[in-house]
């Protein structure tokens, strides 16, 4: 059983250009939680999502950052119009979403924004 | 708003010595605690979690404190090794909702 996956590790991108980040989660896992990391923070919650539906955004940046989780294929976590100050670490994780609630992370992709 | 706080960014203990990790909450509604280990470019890793209707839970080296008047929780490692030494994340949530993390501990665990 394959555990949450995350492409690609390592982005680079220009100012300007977009970001599209993706995660797909363990499998039987229907509930998908995006989480960035800036350098010498914490996790900050930035979206949780279950196929097809976003159910809290509270965390998302208002303009430039999408995420959405299709009914088939991955998570995407999308930025358009990268700045700077978007370079982070961003993680994925799954959960099962009822009855056992922990989460399981991916690897992270690290968005490098140049 | 900093609702799990972390108020120690770093920890250092002896081999074989205990560690202990703490972390504060302001949200009277969550219900579920948990905690994760994290090394560096690598996803954090669940380790130990507790409901809010117990007060300890233990799991091999690693046990879990929650004390619900204090909104305080705290993960003792005993005893600690150097493959210990990691960023420990307390984290909690309200019923199946968001996760939310405090900021991190950096535990090195010195030979």
């Known amino acids: 059983n394959a555990g949450v996956m995350q492409n690609p590790r390592h982005l680079v991108r220009r100012r300007g250009q977009e970001a599209r980040l993706r995660c797909s989660p363990m499998?039987?896992?229907?509930?998908v939680y995006w989480y960035r990391q800036l350098p010498e923070e914490g996790l900050k919650f930035m979206v949780y999502?279950?196929?097809?539906?976003?159910?809290?955004e509270s965390g998302m940046p208002k303009e430039r950052f999408s995420a959405e989780f299709p009914k088939e294929g991955p998570s995407i976590l999308r930025i358009q119009q990268v700045v700077r100050g978007d370079s982070a670490a961003y993680f994925c994780?799954?959960?099962?979403?009822?009855?056992?609630?922990?989460?399981?992370f991916g690897q992270g992709t690290r968005l490098t924004v140049v | 708003d900093q609702q799990v706080k972390q108020n120690s960014p770093s920890l250092s203990v002896q081999e074989g010595r205990i560690s202990i990790l703490n972390c504060d909450y302001t949200?009277?509604?969550?219900?579920?605690f948990l905690w994760y280990k994290k090394y560096p470019a690598e996803g954090p890793t669940f380790l130990i979690s507790?409901?809010?209707?117990?007060d300890k839970n233990e799991d091999g080296r690693f046990t879990v404190f929650l004390n619900k008047s204090a909104k305080h929780l705290s993960l003792h490692i005993v005893p600690s090794q150097p493959g210990d030494s990691a960023v420990y994340f307390c984290?909690?949530?309200?019923?199946?909702?968001?996760?939310?993390f405090g900021t991190g501990t950096k535990l090195q665990v010195i030979p």
């Open positions: 994780a799954s959960s099962q979403g009822t009855g056992r609630i922990e989460a399981f």
């Open positions: 499998k039987g896992h229907s509930h």
């Open positions: 999502l279950q196929k097809e539906n976003i159910i809290d």
């Open positions: 949200n009277s509604m969550f219900d579920y």
């Open positions: 507790i409901s809010s209707i117990k």
């Open positions: 984290a909690a949530s309200q019923g199946y909702q968001k996760v939310t």
